[in-house]
């Protein structure tokens, strides 16, 4: 990695990109390198100057962020998001983000971040080419639909994911539950292998969260999760190396 990182700020508000540019104008590690006030201008301005991190307004006249992001399915930049609400009424997609920021804007949490990303940025190898998506950390933040709004989570925050039919039940740690139209699989080579480890053919927790094992009869068990009322099965097959895990 070489330091500072070029960023491009794209919100569709001037005074919003002038506070932005001047809090990252005393970073090392972040060079301002050109703004864009649409989905247009910012799909020039990444042609032209190959940024390598994007400080992204969600909403905006027309087409938002995630329109942008929907439209550069092979991204070589990171992107950290700049919203004024925490929850939106978008249509539903996970987007693997570094941050994300409210506004308006606080330089420490500005700082926070930065730091989150060259942290990322010294520890990981040089991006994949093509369409496979990275690996997701724990910090990463995930944006995820919840009936008819739409809300940024952690990965930390994930207690337990389980089939659902078509779809995957994403459980957080306030409770709420969430579909994803991902299968399992996806989520089980995306999701950091130190925190999440799969049960079962239908399930994968995340390690943080169990509070207990209890093993079957038939050699396979219950996996009691903090903040789940019933237990989630272990499979016999997924039961030793889950074992192994703690120990």
Known sequence: ?????R???????RLARVELREMLSSSPHVKVVGEADSVKSALERIEELRPELLFLDVQ????????????LPERPFQVIFVTAHDTHA??????????YLLKPVHPDRLARAVERLVE????KPAPAQGPTRQKLTEADV????????????RVEQ???L??????????TADGQCTLSPRPLKEWELRLPERTFARIHRSALVNLTYVERVDRGLSGGGDVYLRGLEAPLPLSRSHASALRERFG
């Open 142 to 153: 995930l944006f995820l639909e919840n009936g008819a709004k739409s809300r940024f989570v």
């Open 7 to 13: 960023a491009l700020l794209v919100d569709d508000e």
């Open 162 to 171: 389980r089939g659902a039919g078509d779809y995957v039940e994403l459980v």
């Open 60 to 71: 905006m006249p027309g087409e938002g962020g995630f329109e942008l992001l929907a439209r």
């Open 1 to 5: 990695m070489t330091l500072p990182l």
């Open 90 to 99: 978008l249509r539903a997609f996970e987007v693997n983000a570094l941050d």
């Open 120 to 123: 990322r940025e010294q520890g």
């Open 158 to 160: 994930l207690v337990c």
